[in-house]
């Protein structure tokens, strides 16, 4: 009876360490993903600044636009 509780015991620690190690590496594969989003978010952003500083030069507040 002991014995069967200890096996029993020992196949669900087994079974959790399992869980944890694929746990661990989901968790590690989405933080690899997050720091590429980040990156792409990061440089998105800088070019979208570029080109809206670009187009601020190219056109003066106070012009009229072509279509008047």
Known sequence: ???ERL????AKIT???DLIEELNKTVYQQ??????LEAVCE???RR???LA???NERMPANERPPHY
């Open 48 to 50: 979208i600044q570029s």
């Open 53 to 55: 500083e670009a187009g």
């Open 31 to 36: 933080q690899q993903k997050l720091d590429h």
């Open 43 to 45: 440089a998105l952003a």
């Open 7 to 10: 096996v029993n015991i020992e």
């Open 15 to 17: 079974f959790q360490e």
């Open 1 to 3: 009876m002991i014995e």
